[in-house]
């Protein structure tokens, strides 16, 4: 059985509105020069971590990468950011959703246009502080790390497909454990 036969949201092409995005989910990596948005599912033990923010929506930490700012950078930034995290060991990519946009003009004069992608990784973190919510970023109001089962659940209020990518991420994150 593929990935995508058990994981059929993740891996269903599909319209992201908010930013006239076409996506599909890939393990194949996208070109460093594509990648627009990184997403850590974090974990703290066999727990991971979720932030609701002022939506009440809970989701994986993560956000939009600057100019000239590489993928570890942007991690390190979005990780205090919105988790208050700092990493506690290495980063491993699980996958990305290249997407295409049918937007006139990239989101930030820098970034790709029309073809992007969203890098997807896991790591172990550590909760140091509070998320330090930059006006220009999501207003995060809670940050906590769940069992698996009720961070699936959490993680669907942001998207369809994040349930099963919080599942995914965790089976992968427990293999490379044994």
Known sequence: ????????????PTRWEWGGLDVQFSTDLPADELVTNIHVVCFVGAEIVLCRDARD???????????????HACVVRELHEEA???LAGPLHWIGAHHGVTDHPEPYRPWQPHPHKAWLWC?????????????????QILEVRAF????????????GDHMSELVTLAAELHLARQR
């Open 122 to 138: 896991t790591a172990d973190v550590a909760l140091t502080g509070e998320p330090t919510n930059p006006e220009d970023g999501e």
């Open 57 to 71: 929506f809970w989701m994986v930490p993560g956000g939009t990468r600057e100019a000239g700012e590489s993928v």
């Open 1 to 12: 059985m593929t990935l995508a036969d058990r994981y059929p949201l993740l891996h269903t």
């Open 147 to 158: 069992p698996l089962a009720q961070a699936a659940r959490l993680a669907g209020t942001d």
């Open 84 to 86: 208050g995290a700092e």
